[in-house]
């Protein structure tokens, strides 16, 4: 079974800090790009950052430049997106995915998807 695994979300407050995990089993990471994108309620789904399969390229949505790192450890099958100074505009159910043999995540052609972790920005 191959499988990505989200985990980290929770309820913060505006300014709070979480780091999500995106944990693959049943295959390696090595050889994929991985995104993390999100879902606000009523809204579309949007790619907020993406890392290359060895980790020399990232890129990151205008929204969340400057606050947000993506980063990965290879040796662990693991992704991480580090969230510093939440706004509640940061709420959203957030997924990673995985495309192999890519340099960047084009949304529709990831070939595996998480189930979502829940991130709440709220005072």
């Known amino acids: 079974q191959l499988q990505l695994v989200e985990s980290g979300g929770g309820l913060v407050q505006p300014g709070g800090t979480l780091r999500l995990s995106c944990a693959a089993s049943?295959?390696?990471?090595?050889?994929?790009?991985i995104g993390w994108f999100r879902q606000a309620p009523g809204k579309e789904r949007e790619g907020v950052s993406c890392?290359?399969?060895?980790?020399?390229?990232?890129n990151y949505a205008d929204s969340v430049k400057g606050r947000f790192t993506i980063s990965r450890d290879n040796a662990k099958n693991t992704v991480y997106l580090q969230m510093n100074s939440l706004k509640p505009e940061d709420t959203a159910v957030y997924y990673c995915?995985?495309?192999?043999?890519?340099?960047?995540?084009?949304?529709?052609?990831?070939?595996?998807w998480g189930k979502g972790t829940l991130v709440t920005v709220s005072s």
């Open positions: 049943g295959f390696t990471l090595d050889y994929y790009a």
């Open positions: 995915a995985a495309v192999y043999g890519s340099r960047w995540c084009p949304e529709v052609g990831m070939n595996y």
């Open positions: 890392i290359s399969s060895r980790g020399s390229t990232t």
